[in-house]
C-alpha cells in the first residue's frame, strides 16, 4: 500500500510513522509514504494557497490550483490512485471503511487547513469523503492519520497476528469484551474466574456475554444492529 498524504504541514503527520507497528511496515514494505505540499506547486507570485471567501465569511479558504495540481501531479505517475478528502462534511469512517479501504493499492490523504477547501476541488477531484466524527479539528492531518492507521491495521501482514483483527471491536456490531493480564489481583480487583480456568469453550461464550453487556451500556445503536444480524 502507497500513501500519500497532500497537506500544508507534513511535519506533523512524518513523526506519526517513526516508531511502532507502522514503522515496522515500512521496514518491510508493506506500506509506502509519501507528503506532497500544496505550497509547492502554487503559482501565487507570493507563494500563497488561501483566499478570502467569495460571499463573505470569516476565515480564508485553500485555493483551487495549488490543491489540484498536486492532485494532477499525483495522477500523472499513479493514475489509478483514490483520492480522499477529509472533513467534518461527509459520512463517518468506520470500519468497514478501514476494511474495504485496506485492498487498494494507493491512496491519496487530502488534509484542508484554514476554513476547509474550495468545494470544486472535491467535486473534481475526490473519489471518496470521510469524516471520522462529529467535531471539528484545525485542520484535516489528524483525520488523514486516524483513517490511515485504522486502514493500515488491516493490510495483511501488518499486525503479527492477524487473528487479533477477528475479536476487535467492530466485528460483527460489537464493542471487544473486557481483557485482563497479569496479576490476578490488583488492588483488590480480581479478574473475572472464569477467564483463569481454562476451559475456552465457555470463555468464549463468557466473553461473547459480556462484549453484548458492553456494547448495550456504551453503544445501544450498535447493539441493535448486532442482535439484528444474529436473527
Do not use: W
Amino acid at each position: 500500500m502507497r500513501y500519500t498524504f497532500v497537506t500544508l504541514f507534513p511535519q506533523i503527520i512524518e513523526g506519526y510513522f517513526g516508531d511502532s507497528i507502522l514503522r515496522r511496515a515500512i521496514d518491510d514494505g508493506l506500506i509506502e509514504i509519501e507528503f506532497l505540499n500544496p505550497r509547492d506547486f502554487t503559482t501565487d507570485k507570493h507563494n500563497r494557497v488561501d483566499a478570502p471567501m467569495i460571499g463573505g465569511g470569516a476565515g480564508m479558504l485553500m485555493t483551487p490550483q495549488p490543491l489540484i495540481d498536486t492532485i494532477k501531479h499525483i495522477k500523472s505517475y499513479s493514475p489509478n490512485a483514490y483520492v480522499i478528502f477529509l472533513t467534518p462534511v461527509a459520512k463517518r469512517f468506520i470500519q468497514n471503511d478501514a476494511k474495504r479501504l485496506s485492498k487498494r493499492e494507493h491512496i491519496v490523504f487530502v488534509s484542508g487547513r484554514y476554513e476547509g477547501i474550495d468545494e470544486r476541488v472535491i467535486e473534481l477531484y475526490a473519489d471518496e469523503v470521510l469524516s471520522i466524527g462529529d467535531y471539528i479539528l484545525t485542520g484535516g492531518e489528524l483525520a488523514s492519520m486516524v483513517v490511515c492507521d485504522a486502514i493500515s491495521r488491516n493490510i495483511d501482514g501488518v499486525l503479527g497476528n492477524n487473528a487479533s483483527l477477528d475479536v476487535e471491536s467492530y466485528e460483527d456490531n460489537i464493542l471487544e469484551a473486557p481483557s485482563f493480564t497479569k496479576p490476578n489481583i490488583y488492588e483488590n480487583r480480581e479478574v473475572v474466574s472464569e477467564y483463569l480456568k481454562g476451559n475456552h469453550s465457555k470463555i468464549t461464550d463468557l466473553k461473547r456475554g459480556l462484549a453484548l453487556c458492553k456494547t448495550k451500556f456504551f453503544r445501544p445503536d450498535l447493539y441493535k444492529k448486532g442482535i439484528a444480524d444474529e436473527k
